[in-house]
């Protein structure tokens, strides 16, 4: 598997606009892109998968793109050698990785990605060399943690959605710095992350399902990336405590016990 020829994809829609301008785009993105993606989506149609990936940063079809922009930036090559390195360094899977233009609506960075147990999405526009590879590092941890937890994204609880996020940005620091690390993350003191903590997230610690937790990660009346960071917190913490040894074979419960935001 690894990284899937999406250059070559986009390259075949940029000619059939070419010889065809009437052709309705977002029909159009549909059938070269989002119809290659069923099996991923378990067999989900080309509309699902299509609002599916637009809502997680893929270029809306009537934006102008330029793949050779990103081809000249070696994109491709770079996460390909990425993922030799990181699978190896993590024993990851060998899963499809699918690399396309982010819309034009998310300029603030530029940059997203979505992990699945059993597939990774990068949404890029001009990056430096690290900062692409520090944005695969972070989805592709995802997926390893996705692995080694063995469920369905129903299936995940809050506190392994805490854990699956903090991992990822302790991994990025580990491997790259914090210059690459989410600003967010300094956004609280301690203290008022382990009184929101033990307010707000110890009750429904064990609440299932990835689109229920939503509202932890990222805030709304919660303060703003407030899982992100206490996900961050707990591992950074178990990491000073420990080791990062093995990190994302142990159980989330088991990370929590040796962090600062211990139950015990």
């Not at 994809?9 to 009437?22: A, F, G, P, R, Y």
Request: charged share 20%; net charge negative; aromatic share 12%.
């Amino acid at each position: 598997m690894s990284v899937m020829p999406t250059d070559e994809w986009l390259n075949e829609i940029k000619n059939i606009q070419k010889h065809n301008q009437n052709r309705n785009l977002y029909e159009l993105q549909r059938s070269t892109l989002c119809s290659r993606l069923v099996e991923v989506f378990n067999g989900g149609n080309s509309e699902e998968i299509q609002y599916e990936l637009q809502q997680q940063g893929l270029y809306q079809p009537h934006e102008n793109i330029d793949i050779q922009k990103l081809k000249e930036r070696n994109v491709w090559q770079i996460v390909q050698e990425e993922f030799i390195y990181l699978q190896e360094r993590w024993s990851g899977p060998n899963i499809p990785i699918y690399i396309f233009p982010i819309t034009q609506e998310q300029t603030m960075t530029n940059k997203n990605g979505a992990a699945y147990p059993n597939a990774l999405f990068l949404f890029v526009g001009e990056l430096k060399k690290q900062e692409l590879q520090a944005l695969f590092a972070h989805e592709y941890n995802h997926v390893c943690r996705l692995q080694y937890l063995n469920k369905s994204l129903n299936e995940v609880t809050l506190l392994d959605s805490l854990i699956l996020e903090g991992l990822a940005e302790c991994a990025v620091e580990e491997i790259y710095g914090d210059r690459w690390l989410s600003p967010w993350l300094k956004y609280y003191s301690l203290d008022k992350m382990l009184n929101i903590w033990e307010k707000h997230f110890l009750p429904q610690i064990n609440v299932q399902g990835i689109k229920r937790h939503v509202e932890y990660l990222y805030g709304g009346k919660l303060p703003q990336w407030i899982g992100y960071c206490i996900g961050y917190e707990i591992v950074r913490s178990y990491i000073k405590n420990h080791s990062s040894n093995q990190l994302h074979l142990k159980s989330s419960q088991e990370i929590l016990n040796g962090s600062d935001f211990s139950l015990q």
